[in-house]
């Protein structure tokens, strides 16, 4: 026979993943044909080399796959000291099998099961994403928005989820309606006596510590019951939990084909796949927030990365408030304002001019880009922006550009209003110290004069006009991904961003 490398043939004797059996090696706990090998690379014929590890002889196993049900209150791995079982009290077989994919202690359902060193270590790459589909019994009844934002990503403490599926369940699906009926801890009764429950089924691409879990509790619904259905090309059907059985020949052959057949772990078919996938962006991008928060700055740099067209959306409202001071028109009378609002035309520009400004903005011609900035027009700009014939006025025309070509548009009402169907909604936020702290520093930055106290009293009357309003007031959109920038850098947070984007697929 064919000789091949020593980590292999350990992996398919059953002493775990090949990074795990190179570990054994390293460590000097193996022996061929009497002689300890440390070398990683070292190939060996596996019919005729002796080989051990601990000074035990292995012996060539067959593969073995198998599929448990594994009951809550069993755990996924092997911690000796831990106060429940494991599932090994479920399962005995000759072989030495290992758990590919963890499942938590109170989560139930499909748990593979495998001696197979090599397939394992594929399945497991994070590369591959091979969807999990779990059943979920949640309290209270999640609306069509938080069911998007599950489906879109939402912002947990480790980072953002991946676009996963989500649908809410009018009853369990046929095979699964005997597992209803089935006791739920006691902390769960108490919830779910008061309210009423209902069953999601979501299909996760990635798996994080109690992911499933974090992600419905930020909701508002916390989970009762988690079942895993589905694991790759294979779903749970009628075993009864605590039972186990051996996977078809089909299955196991599904499953090769799922983790690729290359020993690198990657079909070329499925890096194709994997590039085609990367390279489909979200179309429209919207970011809100409140003023201050980083959205320009973010927008701007997406849009460069790219190849986005960029709309701040403040800008328009600015050139409003600016004129309207120009020609001594009262903020406070609104007939006037709004009037004012459509009869002058705005265009916002790429910068034309190399003075250090973001954008050029032009009304009826006139170069207004510095004027919109000056800390007068800041201080009248939301009241003229709370007005509903000005947001008349201006909304469709940020729909017609946002209609030219994929673009990432920032303001307040983005997510909600203007592009309700954008297709990444980003919420980004800090507090109020914070973003006072950058408004001033950027101040002081142009050489202008600032007073810092003035600076969070002007930004603190903003944020109540821009969220106190009657008209499209600032908040985040229900699918809205929320990042908090108040201890990030801006590189931090497009690293973040950058993630969704990358991740993002249509759901
Ligand atoms: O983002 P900014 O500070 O340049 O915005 C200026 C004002 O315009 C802000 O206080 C509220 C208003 N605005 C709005 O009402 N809706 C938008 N989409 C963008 C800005």
New binding site residues.
Partial sequence: MAEERLQKVLAQAGFGSRRACEELIRAGRVAVDGRIVTELGTKVDPETAEIRVDQQPIRRQPLRYVMLHKPTGYLSTEDVRAEYPSWKELVQTPERLFVVGRLDHDSEGLLLLTNDGELAQRLMHPRHEHPKTYLVEVVGIPDARKIRRLQHGIMLDDGPTAPARAELLSELPQEYRRLQSRRVTAAGEDAARSRPTRWLRITLYEGRKRQLRRMVALLGHPALRVIRIGLGPLTLGDLRPGKWRDLTPGEVRALRDAAGGQETGQSSRQDGRERKTKQLLPGMIAI?GP??SG??TIGRRLAQKYGYLYL???????AV?AVALARGIAISDEAAVTALARQIEIQVLAPTVADGRDVTVLVDGADLSWE?RKPEV?RV??P???YEGV?QA?VPQ?RRIAGQGPIVM?????GT??LPDADLKIYLDATLHERAMRRYRERLDRGEQADFDQVLADLRR?DE??SG?KH?P?MPAADAIMIDSTRLTADEVMKLVQGLIERWRRP
């Fill in positions: 809100d003023a201050a959205k320009s701040d959306t403040g800008v328009m409202y600015r408030a919109i800041d700009v939301s003229v922006s709370a947001r201006l940020q920032v303001g307040r009402d983005i209003a203007v903003r006009i821009d309003r499209s600032l």
